[in-house]
């Protein structure tokens, strides 16, 4: 395989994915549903017989779940510190207790895509998922899906430069490990009564705290334009699409899977899996994740922010494979803040990756949930070397059928 040089695909995905970022697009809002509709749109005229939208209703906004699991944190911690005077260390402990496990076992459920307690107190609406399938010339022998999600992140303060998103992958970890580690503490006070433990568990009500009031003020905030996140990856699938429409695969039937609500948690992923999951369980998930900047593509070699997930290792091997020409590395970034679909196949049992580009001299994701991803700084060549590891995916698929 040669590298594009020129950008015939990556215009494509260019066209499409400035055509998408003209708008934030939210979860479950009317904006989504237009891109939605843009994207099927898009499909009609390349001939395929089998688009159809999947509607569903999705989680409005990630940021109020925080709140809610971090504000039981801060009744844990509360109780601890304000009750014991009047109720006793023993009632004030249990009741901490209680509400710090209570935010683990939603966290615990949340980011293992499972259904939670309070889950309908969030604000849903309605949702979709596109999905579009794509025979092949001959016999069906295996499936592919490529998917890409339509929705955009709101700007959170968190992302607005380099610096705050560092600390923010560092404080995720850490405060997640604090409703565990909290309670411990407080318990080895009660049970040894050695208090210099609680007051290190102070240093973890500051971190709750911020979690809290990051997520109860978070929605304030603009939604992204989200060309990088992640129109890029739409257009990326779209050109695919059309490209696979010219030249068929002979025995992989590729399935196009755009679909909504992934920044609040992937839940049209869950729906994709509930209704077709059967259909799909040996298939290969390809998922196009923020590709429209920087020279050097990526792989999640994990994911998980709850349980840390590797990808298959024969899944690896051909991602390797089809991206040597590239130089593709791999990017672990599990329980770091940061979720792909692909968390979902593989808590499933089904086999898939995340593909991503970013710049080669940074750690960084370009542009990740930015007011500043606008159309204008998507890369051509960035979207093209997206496109053609694609195609090469497909085809080492398609030649060992």
Known sequence: MTISTSSTW?????????????????????????????????????GISSVHVQPFIGLRSINLFIGLAFGFTLIGHAAYWLLRQPFGILPATVLSILSFAF?????????TFQDYPLRTSL?????????????????????????????????????????????YIVLSPIAIGGVVISPVLYIL??????????????????????????????DLGLYSPGANDNASAVGTVLALAERIRQTSLQHTEVWLAFTGCEETGADGMRVLLDEYGETLKKALF??????GIGEQLVYMQNEGIARRKRIPVEIEHL????????????????????LTEIGVVLERGYRGVCILARRARSPLIPEWHRLSDTANRL???????????GWEVLQIVDKHS
């Open 10 to 46: 990556g215009l494509r995905a260019l066209h499409h994915a400035q055509e998408l970022a003209r708008t934030g697009r939210g979860s479950a809002t009317q904006a989504e549903a237009q891109a939605a509709e843009y994207v099927r749109q898009q499909l009609i005229p390349l």
């Open 103 to 111: 935010s683990g076992f939603v966290l615990w459920r949340k980011f």
């Open 123 to 167: 604000p849903h609406g309605p949702s979709q998922n596109v999905i579009a399938v794509l025979p092949p010339a001959g016999e069906v022998q295996q499936r592919v899906v490529l998917v890409a999600h339509l929705d955009s992140h709101r700007a959170v303060w968190w992302y607005a430069s380099d610096l705050l998103v560092a600390i």
């Open 189 to 218: 006070v009660a049970l040894f009564q050695q208090p210099v433990l609680a007051w290190i568990g102070l240093i973890w009500v500051a971190i709750h705290f911020i979690g809290w009031f990051t997520g109860v003020t978070a």
């Open 286 to 291: 390809l998922d196009y994740e923020v590709v």
């Open 319 to 338: 991602i390797q494979d089809a991206g040597k020409e590239f130089g593709i590395k791999p990017l672990g970034i599990a329980g770091l803040g940061a």
């Open 379 to 389: 890369e051509p060549v960035a979207l093209e070397h997206a496109h053609d590891l």
